[in-house]
């Protein structure tokens, strides 16, 4: 293996999520063209690292060299590249000028689908020193950033200029040129506290020359570094720190060595929502809030790390003034707020535009009004308390503090209403009405705050749906498959069940008024195709697709529940030790008769034996498994299916033949099958599941 690779791109200052973003990137983009390059082996190791000033990239475990390439590649048609007489046409010289040949290295070669055209290519590997040198510049140029720019008279562009690059194969400099910048081995330290270059003699001493020079590039080590400098700050003003995961990682890459420095603010401020102090600190300072204990009261105080601590003091000093003047205009903001109640803002809802098509966010807020009925009815939940939730879910929206900080929206909501004595359970749900906002995030566990949050997302998507508004590859402004997964999480997760043909269909209706849609029926059917594709994508790794698939296609995409109690079932037989013959046996069953038509099955004509033991045996257990099914005893229906199918319908296909010439006799047979086939498709598709003998034909009989 060649000694290991630095190379490292020194900027002007990139923003914190910029650095993220690159590296990324920067690993992405590496991965791809070294293995293009043919200098992977099994050992082969990288490992970005990054600060404000720098993005590096450690390989180690590369190849000393390329290996040779010898390799046939096969070209267009014979008849396409050459005519009658042999005379090379466009094809054949377009394809040797690719492959750096004379058009008479060309070859024929026969192949089940004709003659085509090959050529021999052979290569000799190159030193990775020099390869290297050829793929950086394409390696640089490929690391992406949420926005770039020019500098200069440069064409390429870049997060921020750049002004210098390391690039280190052991102890000798890769040499290339990218930005009008050549690379060297030397690099810079902390801007302040180590602004000298320092020249390294070779690689591996990167991570320790800049450490000595007050630059921790490693990120995890340096948000290591800077958690523990903060839980110890917490603790020094007696206290904890608040958790804060995105704020750790907006820190970590706006310093290059993490200082953490006190601050502290007025108590009468404390008299503000927790929400509107930690947002005041957290978004616009990026301050950590401090508790007095877990959970507990915020404390009067802060942290906040900075890249030196040369004086702490003064930094101190104007970080209080400047945090001191936010908390005053938060605190304007909600004295202000309160002089008059969320019902009086409604009708400012009526000048907010929701979308230009789908009218106003008071028309929104009346369609929610009636949907939340309907859905409230529907699970046994207190309609007018969840008629008042969706009435008021809004009305925080145009409040001075919502629309200073969009992010308290619905949480300042709930503040307000609970000083106004509205009952907790309808200021619960303005809250929580938003959520889940991610992934993360934990659904609503009350009733009310349920039905509105499934009311307020199907409401955006029957609109956005009924206008054409549809997601299309990444691009989804208005989070549409968000709002989806929202719904879907919300009945697996939460305190209620959600009919989704039901509830498309009422909210298609409340639109009636306020905009003019697609049919009903076509909505309908776009959003369940664009349903079933988020659950796919949500519960496939957990259940595997072709489960997913199976238990899709017997659903009726009503209740979510019904097809969760489906999938949960068909997990748990996949792990029966018969699931194989089982799956085997039902697929052949499926396959030999979708195209048959069904019919009453005459007993006179069933052979004795396998047969007469088959029909006998689903005849005595059909009632129940179609019982089972209709009571969403899906695992009881399947362990029926196992326990008294299993063996006789594998028995059937060992020893009778379906497809006799005896038109009364197969059409019999048909008819069994295929009602055995009905019965079992009412759970789930079992011709969907994956099986070990996925090559045999289940239509064929053995």
Request: hydrophobic share 45%; charged share 30%; net charge negative.
């Amino acid at each position: 293996m060649s000694s290991e690779f630095l190379l490292e791109i020194g900027t002007e200052e990139l923003p914190s999520s910029f650095v993220r973003h690159a590296l990324q990137s920067m690993k992405a983009s590496a991965v791809e063209l070294v293995g293009q390059a043919r200098l992977e082996t099994r050992a082969l190791e990288m490992h970005t690292m990054g600060t404000p000033r720098r993005l590096a990239l450690r390989i180690r475990g590369l190849a000393p060299s390329q290996p040779d390439r010898h390799e046939t590649i096969m070209g267009p048609p014979w008849s396409a590249a050459f005519d009658p007489s042999g005379a090379p046409r466009k094809a054949a010289e377009g394809f040797a000028k690719k492959h750096g040949v004379d058009v008479t290295a060309l070859r024929k070669q026969t192949t089940d689908k004709g003659d085509y055209v090959t050529v021999e290519v052979y290569e000799p590997g190159k030193p990775t020193h020099e390869v290297l040198a050829t793929i950086l510049p394409e390696l640089c140029s490929r690391i992406s950033f949420p926005k770039s720019m020019r500098w200069g008279t440069a064409e390429v562009t870049f997060g921020r200029p750049i002004h210098w690059i390391v690039s280190l194969l052991g102890d000798d400099v890769v040499d290339f040129e990218f930005a009008n910048v050549r690379a060297a081995r030397k690099t810079r330290g902390h801007r302040f506290l180590a602004p000298n270059e320092l020249e390294l003699d070779r690689a591996t001493q990167y991570e320790e020359a800049l450490a000595a020079a007050h630059v921790v590039v490693d990120v995890a080590r340096r948000k290591e570094r800077m958690m523990e400098a903060l839980r110890h700050g917490a603790n020094e003003l007696g206290g904890v720190l608040q958790p804060d995961p995105f704020l750790a990682d907006e820190c970590v890459s706006l310093v290059e060595e993490p200082f953490v420095v006190p601050g502290s603010f007025d108590d009468a401020f404390l008299e503000l929502p927790d929400a509107v102090v930690i947002s005041v600190m957290r978004n616009h300072q990026r301050y950590f809030a401090v508790r007095e204990s877990p959970g507990g009261p915020l404390l009067s105080s802060y942290l906040n790390v900075v890249n030196t601590a040369l004086e702490p003091e003064i930094i101190a000093k104007g970080n209080d003034r400047v945090l001191r003047a936010r908390l005053a205009d938060a605190r304007f903001f909600v004295e202000e707020d309160l002089k008059a109640p969320l019902s009086d803002r409604l009708r400012k809802l009526e000048s907010v535009v929701f979308q230009s098509r789908l009218g106003t966010m008071g028309a929104k807020v009346r369609r929610l009004e009636a949907n939340v009925r309907a859905l409230a009815e529907q699970s046994g939940a207190d309609v007018e308390a969840c008629a008042a939730a969706a009435r008021l879910c809004k009305a925080d929206l145009e409040t001075l503090i919502v629309y200073e900080f969009p992010e308290l929206q619905g949480e300042m909501g709930r503040w307000y209403a609970l000083r106004e004595g509205i009952d907790a359970s309808i200021a619960d749900a303005i809250r929580d009405h938003y959520s889940p906002q991610g992934a993360d995030d934990q659904v609503p566990r009350q009733p009310v705050g349920a039905i509105v949050a499934v009311a307020d997302r199907i409401d955006t998507l029957v609109g956005c749906f009924g206008i054409g508004l549809v997601p299309s590859g990444s691009a989804d402004p208005f989070a549409l498959r968000r709002a989806a997964l929202g719904i879907i999480r919300i009945a697996l997760e939460g305190p209620i069940d959600v009919d989704l043909r039901e509830l498309t269909a009422e909210a298609h209706g409340a639109y009636a008024k306020d905009a003019s849609l697609a049919p009903a029926e076509e909505v309908c059917s776009a959003l369940d195709e664009f349903f079933r594709g988020r659950i796919r994508a949500m519960l496939k790794d957990e259940h595997g697709a072709d489960v997913l698939d199976a238990c899709l296609g017997a659903w009726d995409g009503t209740s979510l529940r019904d097809l969760q109690a489906r999938i949960e079932a068909v997990a748990e037989v996949r792990d029966a030790p018969e699931f194989e013959t089982l799956a085997i046996a039902f697929k052949r069953a499926f396959n030999i008769t979708k195209d048959s038509a069904r019919g009453a099955i005459d007993p006179e004509l069933l052979e004795a034996g396998a047969e007469t033991t088959l029909a006998r045996r689903f005849a005595t257990v059909r009632d129940q498994i179609r019982e089972a099914t209709s009571e969403r005893r899906y695992a009881d229906a399947l362990k029926l299916v196992a326990k008294e199918l299993g063996a006789p319908i594998d028995r059937f296909f060992d020893d009778v033949f379906v497809m006799v010439e005896n038109d009364a006799v197969r059409e019999n047979r048909l008819r069994l099958l295929g009602e055995i086939a009905d019965v079992v498709n009412g759970i789930a598709h079992f011709h969907q599941l994956a099986t070990k003998l996925q090559g045999r034909d289940p239509s064929v009989p053995a």
